[in-house]
């Protein structure tokens, strides 16, 4: 099956600069690739996703990147804000099979 | 986005009774929901997946006796946790798909946390 690997397992960042995710997956044939937010106590949100025939996508402050050869893909998050404190999962998934395999979460504290 | 409930959202139980959580799709149609665990500080761990119409299909582990799945229409899945035990204690999260946004994507509830003493 999938596994996916994703690195740090925590980061800490100064308000306004750059968060930056890393995550690899084992799967060639997977070609879905979201990412979640989830804040404590709550279910996670979706924030941004990316298909394997995208290799860049960007909304707002988010942008995800994506390797097919080197099978990782990464989160951005620039202009760190408070808000953005929170518990952020990759995921990746092969087409028609639905099932998401998620990375173990990395926990982002934004200081003020 | 496409919005998914749970309900209830938090709930406490004695030992050897059971438990009903119940996820909706409030504003689109779910062929698909998912049902997930996860521990403190953990990652999600699926569970099953819950097709409309059809019997749930189990991932590895999981006993299918003790988590009934009921996936009666689009928009409503069950689970019921049976004869729980402080074991069972976690955090309960459903997923559903709206195919209409991508054929892989998935909307989480709220989740549910339940406590068995």
């Known amino acids: 099956g999938e596994n996916v690997e994703q690195h740090p397992s925590t980061l800490s960042v100064q308000e306004g600069d750059s968060a930056v995710i890393k995550c690899t997956y084992s799967d060639s044939a997977s070609n879905y690739f979201p990412w979640y937010k989830q804040e404590l106590g709550k279910g996670p949100q979706l924030i941004i996703d990316?298909?394997?025939?995208?290799g860049e996508k960007k909304d707002q402050r988010i942008a995800v990147t994506l390797n097919k050869t080197a099978k990782h893909f990464s989160l951005h998050i620039t202009e760190t804000q408070p808000e953005d404190s929170a518990v952020y999962f990759c995921?990746?998934?092969?087409?028609?099979?639905?099932?998401?395999?998620f990375g173990a979460g990395t926990t982002v504290t934004v200081r003020a | 986005g496409a919005v998914v409930s749970q309900h209830p959202s938090w709930v406490i139980c004695k030992s050897g009774t059971s438990v009903k959580i119940e996820c909706r799709s409030l504003d689109f149609q779910a062929t698909t929901m998912f049902w997930y665990r996860q521990f403190p500080k953990q990652s999600l761990m699926l569970m099953a997946t819950s097709n409309e119409g059809s019997k749930a299909t189990y991932e590895q582990g999981v006993e299918k006796d003790k988590f009934l799945i009921n996936h009666a229409s689009l928009t409503l899945s069950t689970l019921t946790v049976t004869s729980a035990h402080p074991e069972d204690s976690s955090f309960y999260i459903c997923?559903?798909?709206?195919?209409?946004?991508?054929?892989?994507?998935?909307?989480f509830g709220p989740g549910t946390r339940l406590l068995v003493l």
């Open positions: 995921a990746a998934t092969r087409f028609n099979d639905y099932k998401l395999s």
């Open positions: 997923s559903a798909r709206d195919p209409a946004r991508g054929q892989e994507t998935q909307y």
């Open positions: 990316i298909r394997s025939n995208v």
